[in-house]
């Protein structure tokens, strides 16, 4: 008999057989309450039926066309319509399939452009599980021990996180860009640093918002030295934080802006977006996949794009992220061991510290599981697990926000 690698560690108890909306259910018909979103990828919801419609017509015309082989008009029209929603100046894109491949291409493509080795990341920055990806990834050591030696000439510097170090977001900020400097300075070199990755919110890494302070002073240091700046918008775009990419809540300016997730309401597609005359210094033939912006993936996030713009999904989230939001620290008001409740949108974390201020992984786990058999299904995230984060699809209504936070609190 076969099994599932025991790699594989499912979070929640549910066997699903079907979805709609924010719900999901199983074979004797039982409704859970996803507020997890696939992770934060089922932007417009389980099976909504525009997205439906739009793959399964799709399927039935083109399923595979090779984007270096033959092109496909789903994927023209695709590059057309983000073109409206990315950031200006931004306007040539690569597509692969997953947030991983979506990063690596990024990484790529600034060594290219910038004949540079190395790369400075920030704690507790979560950007895939391939070895490269791995190699920048510091929100868990399960990410990283075990399979060394990771990638050369990454280094890691302190993203601005009020909580963990016991200041205010000014003082965590200005301490994070002066050990910038000295990481730049002793460690990296500056003529020898290709980018920066840096996600404008930590999502694996317990979803700590930056500041506009910080990427400000990123975007300094980047044009100063000829560095690039890379957003990794994997977990916060397309939406998901009230504003279509989480940079603008922060006037980030990026040169590279990587997104999939909510790109395709769950069918897997990624890319990376910059301006023609960074493109154009990768090499012909450097980037590619056989798979990467398959036809159907193409025309379900036509269809994403479709539902985000006619049913104000952006909108939709800020409203429903700040009534739960609003819930979530009643709750906590009322519970000594919720230290925290943060994020934007519909992005928001629980942190859970023990009466010595620890980072307390065991509760957060505990509630998590509790809110799974009331039939709310959560995720944890952060360094030590300590964080349970609400992400639902941007559809959620605000009779569903009400029904979560009611089982929130029967279950912390
Ligand atoms: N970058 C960020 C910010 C992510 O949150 C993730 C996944 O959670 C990734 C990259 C990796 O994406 P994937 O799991 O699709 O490879």
Known sequence: ?????????????????????????????????????????????????????????????????????????????????????????????????????????????????????????????????????????????????????????????????????????????????????????????????????????????????????????????????????????????????GKFWAGEHFDMSADILITAKGLASGFPLSGIAASSALMEKAWPGSQGGTYGANAVACAAAIATLDVIQDEGLVDNAAQRGAQLKDGLQQVADKHDEIAEVRGLGLLIGNEFRDKDGNPDGATAAKVQQEAARRGLLLLTCGPWGQVVRFIPALVVSEQEVDEATALWAESV
């Open 1 to 241: 008999m076969a099994e599932l690698s025991a790699t594989l560690k499912q979070a929640t108890p549910v066997v699903a057989t079907r979805g709609e909306g924010v719900n999901l259910y199983d074979a004797q018909d039982n409704r859970y309450l996803d507020f997890t979103a696939g992770i934060g990828v089922t932007s417009t919801g389980h099976c909504h039926p525009r997205v439906v419609a739009a793959a399964q017509e799709q399927v039935g015309k083109l399923i595979h066309g090779q984007y270096t082989t033959i092109m496909h008009q789903p994927l023209l029209t695709l590059v057309e319509r983000l073109g409206e929603v990315l950031p200006q100046g931004l306007d040539r894109l690569f597509f692969a399939n997953s947030g991983s491949e979506a990063v690596e291409a990024a990484l790529r493509l600034a060594r290219q452009a910038t004949g540079r080795p190395n790369m400075i990341v920030f704690h507790g920055g979560f950007h895939g599980r391939t070895v490269a990806t791995a190699s920048m990834t510091t929100s868990g050591t399960k990410y990283r021990s075990g399979f060394s030696p990771l990638m050369a000439g990454v280094q890691v510097s302190p993203f601005p996180d009020p909580l963990h170090y016991g200041w205010s977001q000014e003082e965590a900020t200005r301490f994070a860009l002066r050990e910038l400097d000295y990481t730049l300075q002793t460690l990296a070199q500056p003529n020898d640093t290709a980018a920066f990755l840096v996600e404008p919110i930590l999502g694996e890494g317990g979803y700590v918002p930056g500041s506009t302070e910080f990427f400000a002073g990123l975007r300094e240091r980047a044009d100063k030295h000829g560095i690039l700046l890379i957003a990794d918008e994997v977990q916060t775009g397309f939406g998901r934080t």
